[in-house]
């Protein structure tokens, strides 16, 4: 496995990259990318060069995974969004490399932070269909995973919980806010 920018002259590449995004959040994310127009749309959105895109492949060119981030507070922190590894892949290492990578790729541009918020939309913590007020911060402590959620795959690798944003999909379904420094 290697992993390597996205170019836009790479039409294969780009091609493989949407169909493991959409295929990659069908299951716990229907809304998410429900297509193959609005998943090309979003990583038609990671040409931009302001952003950085990276694409794990293995030795025959086939995509395994990718990840994104968007440059926030002046290039200091960067949103982690979205990572996405093919169904067939994940398990074996491919988001931890990615995620590796970003970190390396954030660095050299100056960023500190990395961040993101995953979702819980689907009753997979024991945040889901609570009311989070007026404490949140006593919830996040008494975190569970229930069913799967990413957000175990993020601790593993070093993000921490920093915050929720209660109610953030609808009422009882929050995001989970998380962040790791990168830099000093």
């Known amino acids: 496995m290697q992993i390597v920018d996205l170019f836009s ?6 091609e493989q990259m949407t169909a493991v995004l959409h295929t990659a959040f069908r299951a716990h994310y229907p809304d ?18 302001e952003r950085i895109c990276r694409v794990a492949v293995a030795d025959g060119g086939t995509v395994l995974g990718w990840v994104g981030a968007i440059s926030q507070y002046n290039g200091r922190a960067w949103e982690l969004h979205p990572i996405a ?3 067939a892949y994940q398990g074996q290492g491919v988001g931890r490399a990615l995620i590796a990578d970003l970190e390396a790729q954030v660095r050299a541009r100056g960023g500190v932070t990395i961040f993101l ?33 990413p957000f175990e795959f993020y ?25 790791k420094q990168v830099g000093s």
């Open 9 to 14: 002259d790479n039409q294969q590449m780009i």
């Open 32 to 49: 998410a990318w429900s297509d193959m127009v609005s998943a090309r749309a979003e990583v038609e959105e990671f040409l931009d060069p």
């Open 85 to 87: 590894i093919h169904p």
């Open 117 to 149: 918020g995953t979702d819980d939309e689907d009753n997979q913590t024991s945040l889901s269909n609570v009311d989070l007020y007026p404490n949140p911060l006593e919830h996040l402590a008494r975190i569970q995973n229930l069913n799967r959620h």
């Open 155 to 179: 601790q593993k690798v070093g993000f921490v919980i920093v915050g929720t944003i209660p109610d953030a999909n609808g009422p009882g379904k929050p995001d989970i806010i998380m962040a």
